[in-house]
């Protein structure tokens, strides 16, 4: 089974349940949050042969690229650009490219994996791209302008 792309169907009643906190709101209401801060989130390559899809509630290894040639099983730390409204549609991206340095993949990968390292790593959306076999060599991923209409995560 291939990796689809997608937001995660947990993630849209976690967001509800607000457990995921992009950004770093002021609560008035909340006495049992009095500085909310916000989370950590990460980003993580998974192989070709992987079956990450919106159906997955977490993250975890199986089908990620192997710990090894400059990567890091557990992916990159991302910093998220606060949340925002256009319009009516929210959305938070990245604030950069995200890039692994003279990388040598274990195989063919097709597929990031977004997830909240801070809330027991439940997974928020996989993201599919061409398929792509790295040998020593810069792995790119340019972040979409942070907008409603191409932000990395956006709901309307």
Not at 101 to 119: E, I, M, P, R
Not at 123 to 132: G, I, N, P, Y
């Amino acid at each position: 089974m291939a990796n689809s792309a997608g937001m995660c169907s947990s993630f849209k009643r976690e967001i509800l349940n607000g457990e995921h906190q992009f950004g770093s709101p002021t609560l008035v209401s909340r006495t049992s949050l009095t500085a909310p801060t916000a989370d950590t989130f990460k980003l993580a390559l998974f192989l070709a042969s992987a079956s990450r899809s919106v159906a997955d509630t977490v993250y975890n290894t199986t089908g990620e690229l192997a710990g090894t040639g400059n990567y890091t099983q557990g992916g990159k730390t991302l910093t998220m650009i606060a949340p925002a409204l256009d319009s009516t549609t929210a959305h938070t991206t990245p604030n950069a490219t995200v890039t692994w340095t003279a990388l040598t993949s274990s195989g063919a990968f097709d597929a990031a994996v977004l997830y909240n390292s801070t809330q027991s790593s439940k997974q928020v959306s996989v993201h599919t791209f061409s398929s792509q076999n790295v040998t020593a060599a810069d792995f790119s991923l340019t972040m979409p302008t942070n907008n409603g209409t191409t932000g990395l995560i956006r709901i309307a």
